[in-house]
Protein backbone atom coordinates (compact mmCIF):
# COMPACT_ATOMS: atom_id res chain seq x y z
CA UNK A 1 0.00 0.00 0.00
CA UNK A 2 1.03 3.40 -0.68
CA UNK A 3 0.86 5.88 1.77
CA UNK A 4 1.37 9.68 2.03
CA UNK A 5 2.15 11.79 4.97
CA UNK A 6 1.66 14.94 6.21
CA UNK A 7 3.09 16.88 9.46
CA UNK A 8 2.79 20.42 9.92
CA UNK A 9 1.94 20.23 14.34
CA UNK A 10 4.93 22.60 14.58
CA UNK A 11 7.84 24.15 12.65
CA UNK A 12 8.49 21.93 10.20
CA UNK A 13 6.32 21.41 6.66
CA UNK A 14 7.14 17.68 6.53
CA UNK A 15 5.47 15.33 3.73
CA UNK A 16 6.51 11.48 2.90
CA UNK A 17 5.53 8.75 0.96
CA UNK A 18 6.13 4.96 1.95
CA UNK A 19 5.14 1.76 1.01
CA UNK A 20 3.97 -0.77 3.67
CA UNK A 21 2.37 -4.36 3.33
CA UNK A 22 4.52 -7.06 1.99
CA UNK A 23 7.52 -4.50 2.42
CA UNK A 24 8.23 -2.26 4.24
CA UNK A 25 9.91 0.56 2.50
CA UNK A 26 10.63 4.45 2.65
CA UNK A 27 10.14 5.75 -0.99
CA UNK A 28 10.22 9.77 -0.71
CA UNK A 29 10.60 12.29 1.80
CA UNK A 30 10.86 16.09 1.93
CA UNK A 31 11.06 18.25 5.05
CA UNK A 32 10.91 22.28 4.78
CA UNK A 33 12.57 23.30 8.45
CA UNK A 34 11.61 26.84 9.37
CA UNK A 35 14.71 27.45 11.92
CA UNK A 36 15.78 29.47 9.92
CA UNK A 37 12.65 31.69 10.05
CA UNK A 38 11.99 31.56 14.00
CA UNK A 39 15.70 31.78 15.19
CA UNK A 40 16.01 35.61 15.33
CA UNK A 41 12.77 35.75 17.42
CA UNK A 42 14.22 33.35 19.95
CA UNK A 43 11.25 30.83 19.28
CA UNK A 44 8.34 30.04 17.05
CA UNK A 45 6.61 32.61 15.62
CA UNK A 46 2.54 31.21 15.22
CA UNK A 47 1.40 33.21 12.35
CA UNK A 48 5.31 32.79 10.25
CA UNK A 49 5.11 29.04 10.94
CA UNK A 50 1.50 28.45 9.03
CA UNK A 51 2.13 31.06 6.27
CA UNK A 52 5.30 29.18 5.87
CA UNK A 53 3.02 25.91 6.07
CA UNK A 54 1.39 27.26 3.17
CA UNK A 55 3.89 28.14 1.19
CA UNK A 56 5.98 25.04 0.61
CA UNK A 57 2.91 22.53 1.13
CA UNK A 58 2.01 22.09 -2.20
CA UNK A 59 5.62 22.16 -3.60
CA UNK A 60 7.10 19.48 -1.11
CA UNK A 61 4.43 17.31 -2.50
CA UNK A 62 5.00 17.45 -6.04
CA UNK A 63 8.70 17.16 -5.53
CA UNK A 64 8.15 13.90 -3.65
CA UNK A 65 5.65 12.63 -6.17
CA UNK A 66 8.32 13.89 -9.00
CA UNK A 67 11.04 12.07 -7.30
CA UNK A 68 9.11 8.79 -6.79
CA UNK A 69 7.23 8.64 -10.20
CA UNK A 70 4.27 8.43 -8.72
CA UNK A 71 0.80 10.54 -9.04
CA UNK A 72 -1.82 11.74 -6.92
CA UNK A 73 -4.28 9.15 -7.52
CA UNK A 74 -1.85 6.32 -7.26
CA UNK A 75 -1.78 7.14 -3.40
CA UNK A 76 -3.78 4.36 -1.04
CA UNK A 77 -3.89 6.18 1.88
CA UNK A 78 -3.29 9.66 3.63
CA UNK A 79 -1.84 10.17 6.91
CA UNK A 80 -1.90 13.83 8.71
CA UNK A 81 -1.40 14.95 11.97
CA UNK A 82 -4.35 15.99 13.57
CA UNK A 83 -2.82 17.69 17.05
CA UNK A 84 -1.66 18.86 19.75
CA UNK A 85 -0.11 21.62 18.03
CA UNK A 86 -0.11 25.20 17.11
CA UNK A 87 -3.80 25.28 15.35
CA UNK A 88 -2.84 27.21 12.39
CA UNK A 89 0.13 25.18 11.46
CA UNK A 90 -1.99 21.96 11.82
CA UNK A 91 -4.89 23.64 9.44
CA UNK A 92 -2.78 23.86 6.75
CA UNK A 93 -1.68 20.60 6.90
CA UNK A 94 -5.17 18.52 7.20
CA UNK A 95 -6.78 21.31 5.26
CA UNK A 96 -4.70 19.89 2.56
CA UNK A 97 -4.96 16.22 3.57
CA UNK A 98 -8.81 16.65 2.93
CA UNK A 99 -8.90 18.10 -0.38
CA UNK A 100 -6.41 15.05 -1.89
CA UNK A 101 -9.01 12.54 0.07
CA UNK A 102 -11.63 14.13 -1.20
CA UNK A 103 -10.66 15.07 -4.91
CA UNK A 104 -8.95 11.61 -5.20
CA UNK A 105 -11.20 9.27 -3.04
CA UNK A 106 -8.35 8.15 -1.03
CA UNK A 107 -9.07 7.42 2.63
CA UNK A 108 -7.94 10.19 5.15
CA UNK A 109 -6.39 8.58 8.32
CA UNK A 110 -5.51 11.19 11.30
CA UNK A 111 -2.95 10.87 13.68
CA UNK A 112 -1.80 11.97 16.91
CA UNK A 113 1.41 13.99 17.24
CA UNK A 114 2.48 12.08 20.42
CA UNK A 115 1.57 8.86 19.47
CA UNK A 116 3.24 9.33 15.71
CA UNK A 117 6.43 10.27 17.73
CA UNK A 118 5.80 6.55 19.75
CA UNK A 119 5.59 5.09 16.24
CA UNK A 120 8.89 6.57 14.64
CA UNK A 121 10.72 4.29 16.80
CA UNK A 122 8.82 1.27 14.82
CA UNK A 123 9.97 2.65 11.68
CA UNK A 124 13.67 0.55 12.65
CA UNK A 125 12.00 -1.69 15.19
CA UNK A 126 8.92 -3.23 13.83
CA UNK A 127 9.38 -6.20 16.67
CA UNK A 128 9.42 -4.11 19.66
CA UNK A 129 7.16 -5.97 22.55
CA UNK A 130 4.55 -4.59 24.74
CA UNK A 131 3.51 -3.92 27.09
CA UNK A 132 5.97 -1.25 27.40
CA UNK A 133 6.61 2.49 28.75
CA UNK A 134 7.12 5.16 26.52
CA UNK A 135 8.39 8.69 27.11
CA UNK A 136 8.25 11.74 24.91
CA UNK A 137 10.07 14.38 25.24
CA UNK A 138 10.28 17.61 22.87
CA UNK A 139 9.50 21.28 22.59
CA UNK A 140 6.02 20.84 22.99
CA UNK A 141 5.47 17.64 25.35
CA UNK A 142 6.63 15.73 28.15
CA UNK A 143 4.64 12.56 28.65
CA UNK A 144 5.26 9.00 30.04
CA UNK A 145 2.97 6.46 29.04
CA UNK A 146 2.12 2.79 29.72
CA UNK A 147 0.99 0.84 26.29
CA UNK A 148 -0.50 -2.29 26.63
CA UNK A 149 -0.65 -2.80 22.65
CA UNK A 150 -0.07 0.28 20.10
CA UNK A 151 -3.90 1.00 20.43
CA UNK A 152 -4.67 0.82 24.67
CA UNK A 153 -2.16 3.84 26.23
CA UNK A 154 -2.27 4.87 29.55
CA UNK A 155 -1.19 8.36 30.57
CA UNK A 156 1.28 7.94 33.41
CA UNK A 157 2.71 11.30 33.70
CA UNK A 158 2.89 14.63 32.11
CA UNK A 159 4.59 18.03 32.32
CA UNK A 160 2.50 20.83 34.48
CA UNK A 161 4.53 23.10 33.04
CA UNK A 162 6.70 23.37 30.75
CA UNK A 163 8.06 20.83 27.88
CA UNK A 164 11.69 19.96 28.78
CA UNK A 165 12.78 21.09 25.16
CA UNK A 166 11.05 24.16 26.25
CA UNK A 167 12.71 24.85 29.08
CA UNK A 168 16.07 24.03 26.80
CA UNK A 169 14.75 26.70 24.48
CA UNK A 170 14.20 29.41 26.98
CA UNK A 171 17.33 29.07 28.86
CA UNK A 172 19.32 29.61 25.59
CA UNK A 173 17.55 32.29 24.68
CA UNK A 174 17.82 34.02 27.93
CA UNK A 175 21.48 33.85 27.24
CA UNK A 176 21.10 35.30 23.38
CA UNK A 177 21.58 31.99 21.67
CA UNK A 178 18.78 31.56 18.54
CA UNK A 179 16.40 29.11 18.71
CA UNK A 180 16.56 26.04 19.22
CA UNK A 181 18.49 25.65 22.06
CA UNK A 182 18.18 21.86 22.72
CA UNK A 183 21.09 21.01 20.49
CA UNK A 184 22.79 24.10 21.26
CA UNK A 185 22.71 23.03 25.30
CA UNK A 186 23.61 19.40 24.12
CA UNK A 187 27.05 20.72 22.41
CA UNK A 188 27.66 22.51 25.25
CA UNK A 189 27.78 19.64 27.94
CA UNK A 190 31.22 18.23 27.90
CA UNK A 191 33.14 21.74 28.16
CA UNK A 192 31.68 22.54 31.82
CA UNK A 193 31.58 20.44 35.10
CA UNK A 194 28.54 18.96 35.66
CA UNK A 195 28.58 18.49 39.26
CA UNK A 196 29.17 22.08 39.67
CA UNK A 197 25.84 23.15 40.78
CA UNK A 198 23.16 21.19 42.01
CA UNK A 199 19.56 21.14 41.49
CA UNK A 200 16.21 20.19 43.63
CA UNK A 201 14.28 17.23 42.34
CA UNK A 202 10.69 18.66 41.48
CA UNK A 203 8.58 16.50 43.72
CA UNK A 204 4.34 17.92 43.10
CA UNK A 205 2.86 19.04 46.38
CA UNK A 206 -0.23 17.18 45.83
CA UNK A 207 1.34 13.87 45.40
CA UNK A 208 1.23 13.61 41.47
CA UNK A 209 3.10 11.78 39.32
CA UNK A 210 3.07 14.79 37.25
CA UNK A 211 6.68 16.30 36.02
CA UNK A 212 7.48 20.10 36.25
CA UNK A 213 10.45 21.77 34.48
CA UNK A 214 9.21 25.35 35.94
CA UNK A 215 11.99 25.08 38.77
CA UNK A 216 15.02 24.44 36.28
CA UNK A 217 14.38 27.43 34.39
CA UNK A 218 13.60 29.17 37.68
CA UNK A 219 17.21 28.43 39.15
CA UNK A 220 18.77 28.91 36.06
CA UNK A 221 18.03 32.13 35.33
CA UNK A 222 17.86 33.51 39.21
CA UNK A 223 22.02 32.29 39.57
CA UNK A 224 22.55 33.73 35.98
CA UNK A 225 20.62 37.28 37.05
CA UNK A 226 22.44 37.36 40.59
CA UNK A 227 25.75 36.58 39.12
CA UNK A 228 25.64 38.72 36.18
CA UNK A 229 26.44 35.72 34.31
CA UNK A 230 27.51 35.35 30.09
CA UNK A 231 28.17 33.44 27.68
CA UNK A 232 31.59 33.40 27.83
CA UNK A 233 32.24 32.87 31.50
CA UNK A 234 33.26 29.38 32.40
CA UNK A 235 30.38 29.11 35.12
CA UNK A 236 27.73 29.57 32.43
CA UNK A 237 28.70 26.13 30.97
CA UNK A 238 29.37 24.59 34.60
CA UNK A 239 25.44 25.86 34.84
CA UNK A 240 24.32 24.04 31.56
CA UNK A 241 26.22 20.96 32.05
CA UNK A 242 24.90 20.56 35.71
CA UNK A 243 21.29 21.67 34.28
CA UNK A 244 21.15 19.26 31.39
CA UNK A 245 22.79 16.44 34.04
CA UNK A 246 20.36 16.97 36.33
CA UNK A 247 17.07 16.98 34.19
CA UNK A 248 18.44 14.05 32.47
CA UNK A 249 18.97 12.17 35.50
CA UNK A 250 15.04 13.69 36.76
CA UNK A 251 13.73 11.95 33.54
CA UNK A 252 15.67 8.47 33.98
CA UNK A 253 14.28 8.32 37.36
CA UNK A 254 10.64 8.99 36.56
CA UNK A 255 11.09 6.44 33.20
CA UNK A 256 12.48 3.59 35.47
CA UNK A 257 9.86 4.37 38.79
CA UNK A 258 6.78 3.88 35.84
CA UNK A 259 8.90 0.74 34.87
CA UNK A 260 9.35 -0.52 38.23
CA UNK A 261 5.52 -0.28 39.03
CA UNK A 262 4.58 -1.65 35.53
CA UNK A 263 5.43 -4.88 33.88
CA UNK A 264 7.21 -4.13 30.71
CA UNK A 265 9.15 -5.48 27.93
CA UNK A 266 10.28 -2.76 26.40
CA UNK A 267 10.78 0.70 27.22
CA UNK A 268 10.74 4.09 24.40
CA UNK A 269 12.04 7.61 24.26
CA UNK A 270 11.00 9.37 21.78
CA UNK A 271 10.44 13.37 20.52
CA UNK A 272 13.08 15.98 19.23
CA UNK A 273 14.73 15.74 23.26
CA UNK A 274 16.01 12.18 22.66
CA UNK A 275 18.19 13.37 20.00
CA UNK A 276 20.07 15.19 22.91
CA UNK A 277 23.54 12.91 23.31
CA UNK A 278 23.40 12.91 27.58
CA UNK A 279 19.84 11.85 27.53
CA UNK A 280 20.19 8.64 25.22
CA UNK A 281 23.71 7.40 27.37
CA UNK A 282 22.22 7.94 30.08
CA UNK A 283 18.81 5.93 29.35
CA UNK A 284 21.10 3.16 27.97
CA UNK A 285 23.54 3.06 30.62
CA UNK A 286 20.41 3.04 33.04
CA UNK A 287 18.14 0.11 31.18
CA UNK A 288 20.93 -2.05 30.06
CA UNK A 289 21.90 -2.33 33.43
CA UNK A 290 18.63 -3.80 34.27
CA UNK A 291 18.40 -5.54 31.29
CA UNK A 292 15.11 -4.04 29.70
CA UNK A 293 15.58 -3.56 25.85
CA UNK A 294 15.54 0.52 25.19
CA UNK A 295 14.46 1.60 22.16
CA UNK A 296 15.47 5.36 20.71
CA UNK A 297 14.13 6.96 17.38
CA UNK A 298 17.28 7.58 14.56
CA UNK A 299 18.43 11.24 15.18
CA UNK A 300 16.76 11.76 11.96
CA UNK A 301 13.76 10.31 13.47
CA UNK A 302 14.04 11.98 16.45
CA UNK A 303 12.30 15.38 15.58
CA UNK A 304 8.83 16.34 13.68
CA UNK A 305 8.72 14.44 10.53
CA UNK A 306 6.02 12.73 8.16
CA UNK A 307 7.36 9.04 7.80
CA UNK A 308 5.71 8.79 11.76
CA UNK A 309 2.84 9.88 10.26
CA UNK A 310 2.65 7.87 7.16
CA UNK A 311 3.73 4.75 9.79
CA UNK A 312 1.09 4.88 12.44
CA UNK A 313 -1.78 6.13 10.02
CA UNK A 314 -1.15 2.54 7.95
CA UNK A 315 -1.14 1.12 11.33
CA UNK A 316 -5.04 2.78 12.23
CA UNK A 317 -6.25 1.82 8.86
CA UNK A 318 -5.38 -2.19 9.28
CA UNK A 319 -6.04 -1.96 13.03
CA UNK A 320 -9.46 -0.58 12.46
CA UNK A 321 -10.88 -1.22 9.29
CA UNK A 322 -14.15 -0.33 9.28
CA UNK A 323 -13.78 3.98 10.33
CA UNK A 324 -14.85 6.22 8.02
CA UNK A 325 -11.79 7.57 6.64
CA UNK A 326 -13.79 10.50 4.91
CA UNK A 327 -15.02 12.18 7.37
CA UNK A 328 -14.14 15.56 6.49
CA UNK A 329 -15.55 17.12 10.31
CA UNK A 330 -12.68 16.17 11.42
CA UNK A 331 -10.97 18.93 12.85
CA UNK A 332 -7.40 20.21 14.50
CA UNK A 333 -7.35 20.15 18.39
CA UNK A 334 -4.28 21.98 20.05
CA UNK A 335 -4.24 20.09 23.32
CA UNK A 336 -3.17 15.97 23.72
CA UNK A 337 -6.35 13.94 23.91
CA UNK A 338 -3.74 11.28 23.94
CA UNK A 339 -2.52 13.02 26.95
CA UNK A 340 -5.66 12.21 28.73
CA UNK A 341 -6.00 8.98 30.08
CA UNK A 342 -7.84 7.02 27.22
CA UNK A 343 -7.05 3.71 27.10
CA UNK A 344 -8.76 2.74 22.95
CA UNK A 345 -7.87 4.68 20.34
O1 LIG B 1 9.71 16.85 18.43
P1 LIG B 1 10.15 18.21 18.03
O2 LIG B 1 10.83 18.37 16.69
O3 LIG B 1 8.96 19.22 18.04
C1 LIG B 1 7.91 19.18 18.99
O4 LIG B 1 6.99 18.36 18.84
O5 LIG B 1 8.05 19.98 19.96
O6 LIG B 1 11.12 18.74 19.20
C2 LIG B 1 11.74 20.00 19.16
C3 LIG B 1 12.52 20.16 20.45
C4 LIG B 1 13.10 21.57 20.66
O7 LIG B 1 12.80 22.00 21.97
C5 LIG B 1 14.60 21.35 20.50
O8 LIG B 1 15.39 22.26 21.27
C6 LIG B 1 14.75 19.93 20.99
O9 LIG B 1 13.63 19.25 20.47
N1 LIG B 1 16.01 19.30 20.54
C7 LIG B 1 17.00 18.94 21.38
C8 LIG B 1 18.04 18.42 20.58
N2 LIG B 1 17.63 18.45 19.28
C9 LIG B 1 16.38 19.01 19.27
N3 LIG B 1 17.09 19.03 22.72
C10 LIG B 1 18.22 18.59 23.29
N4 LIG B 1 19.27 18.09 22.61
C11 LIG B 1 19.21 17.98 21.27
N5 LIG B 1 20.26 17.48 20.58
ZN1 LIG C 1 7.04 16.71 17.82
Known amino acids: MLIFGIETSCDETAVSLIQRGATNSVIAEKIKSQIPLHAEYGGIVPEIASRTHLEVIDTLTESVLKKSKQKMNDIELIGVTQGPGLIGSLLVGLSFAKAIS ?3 KIPLVPVDHIHSHIESVFIDHPD ?3 PLVALVVSGGHTSLFYQVSKFETQLIAKTRDDAVGEVMDKIAKFYGLPYPG ?3 LDGLYGSGDPHRFSFTIPRMSDGSNDFSFSGY ?4 LRYTRQHKLTRDNQLFRDLVSSFLYSVIGYLVSKTESAVKNHSVKSVIVAGGV ?3 SLLRKKFKEAFQSKNIPLYLPSPKQCTDNALMVAWLAY ?4 KFPDRNYFDFHINA ?3 AAFRENKKHR
Open 274 to 276: SRN
Open 102 to 104: FRE
Open 315 to 318: ETYM
Open 128 to 130: IEY
Open 217 to 220: KTAV
Open 333 to 335: YSR
Open 182 to 184: GPI
